[in-house]
């Protein structure tokens, strides 16, 4: 039946209820009294009735709404590098549920409060995200790369500028951009105290001789003389960066995370890098773990 007809009907029997109950009423011996009683119960209801339907339709709009500012924030993290994939499922679960159920007052509202609370959460993750990014702006000032990698703060040096190729000694170049780095860190309490990883990185190309053996040893050795070089005092001989120790450990990962591709020179050269990481502290991983629950 179409809309119309069937709002008109609702109308007509809006108007007709009433004299109904006065004809049944009356017929039936019920006083003027229990009459009006009854006609107000049916008012109540009636008003109950529009209250609800004025919230629900209230509440669609801001359920639209909070749908909205999820998607947009979702997008735009997205584009930043943070892989939310799984807080996606859930909300496109709960959107399709929502959608699939005869959606009555309750079940809206509880949608509506689980979106505003997603979109919570990625607004904090994004503001957390942006903060660091920010505190770092003067390292991308320098020709350095800083971007979300893995859902980390990643800030990389390209490897041919720290490194003469197959080497693990520091170049006089690469010093210089090391003490820059740390310079930045030193200038910033906040990230000062934070935690970081020095990430060994090479191509794909095997190692021919040489004392490390493999990519796995050469980009280890590199990582290690990166981090050395960090948080060695400025009197020691090959230090300078005087970063506190306790916060930086290194790893390498030989060619087993790319950024570009290994079949052209130009994608091998950036992915012989050495990447320092922010690690996230407890309270991160936390609230990035609480998203996909």
């Known amino acids: 039946m179409h809309p119309r007809v069937l709002k008109g009907r609702r109308t007509a029997f809006a108007a007709f209820l009433p004299a109904v109950i006065a004809s049944s009423s009356l017929g039936c011996g019920y006083s003027e009294e229990e009459w009006k009683a009854q006609l ?6 009636q008003s109950q009735h ?3 339907e004025g919230r629900l339709a209230e ?3 801001e359920l639209e ?5 999820v998607a947009e924030l979702t997008k735009q993290l997205e ?5 939310i994939g799984k807080l996606n ?3 496109q679960a709960t959107s399709t549920q929502v959608s699939q159920l005869s959606s009555t007052l309750e079940e809206r509202e509880k949608a509506l409060a689980e979106f505003k609370a997603r979109a919570r959460q ?3 993750i994004k503001a957390r995200f942006e903060t660091l990014k920010k505190k770092l702006d003067e390292l991308t000032k320098l020709g350095l790369a800083v971007n979300i990698r893995n859902n980390r703060m990643v800030i990389s040096l390209p490897g041919d500028v720290l490194f003469d190729s197959g080497r693990e000694t520091l170049k006089k170049e690469g010093k210089e951009i090391l003490l820059k780095v740390a310079t930045v860190v030193k200038n910033d309490k906040s990230l000062l105290q934070r935690d970081y990883q020095v990430a060994g990185h090479t191509d794909n190309k095997p190692l021919v001789g040489g004392q490390f ?5 050469l980009s280890l050795m590199r990582a290690r003389e990166v981090l050395v070089f960090l948080v060695s005092p400025a009197d020691v001989k090959g230090g300078g960066g005087a970063l506190p120790v306790a916060n930086w450990s290194a790893a390498g990962f030989a060619d087993t995370d790319p950024v570009a591709t290994n079949d052209t020179d130009e994608g091998r050269q950036k992915n012989r890098r050495c990447d320092l990481i922010v690690v996230p502290s407890v309270e991160e991983m936390l609230d990035l773990r609480a998203i996909t629950q």
């Open 89 to 91: 499922e859930n909300l």
């Open 65 to 69: 709404a909070a749908q909205a500012k």
């Open 40 to 45: 107000d119960k049916y008012n109540r209801l």
């Open 213 to 217: 053996r493999d990519n796995w040893g």
């Open 122 to 124: 990625l607004e904090a």
């Open 59 to 61: 509440t669609q709009k």
């Open 50 to 52: 529009q209250t609800t």
């Open 79 to 83: 584009a930043a590098g943070v892989d």
